[in-house]
């Protein structure tokens, strides 16, 4: 992840680490941004951007969803424990490992017909 950051120009970042393939975030940013780190954990890094390049404030959340069903909902409920309603702007981005359609997997076993939208 350093190399990477400094690479992109970034002096800054905040990495939850893989666990082999699977899972790993990171979150980098530059001298001219201001960012508070909040609570992170395996699945996820918030931070609170009070000023960014342009000097607006907004919230990012980098989520990485579980990959087994059985699993997911706890992965939705930690979004929903995250919004503490901030009256300010929320970008959530990630992988949220879900399908929409059946078509779009390839390989493995096909998703439960109760998770198409």
């Not at 893989?18 to 918030?46: E, K, M, V, Y």
């Not at 059985?70 to 879900?98: A, C, M, P, Y």
Request: hydrophobic content about 35%; overall charge neutral.
């Amino acid at each position: 992840m350093a190399k990477v950051q400094k690479k992109c120009g970034y002096s800054h970042g905040i990495e939850v680490g893989a666990r082999g393939s699977s899972s790993g975030l990171c979150f980098a940013w530059r001298d001219d941004c201001q960012i508070t780190l909040r609570p992170n954990s395996i699945r996820h890094i918030d931070v609170l951007i009070s000023r960014d390049c342009d000097g607006n404030m907004w919230r990012c959340t980098g989520f990485y969803s579980a990959h087994k069903e059985q699993n997911k909902s706890d992965s939705w409920n930690l979004l929903r424990h995250l919004d503490d309603t901030l009256d300010i702007l929320w970008l959530v981005i990630g992988d949220f490992n879900e399908l929409l359609f059946s078509f779009e997997k390839s390989g493995g076993w096909l998703q439960n017909q109760r998770q198409n939208g």
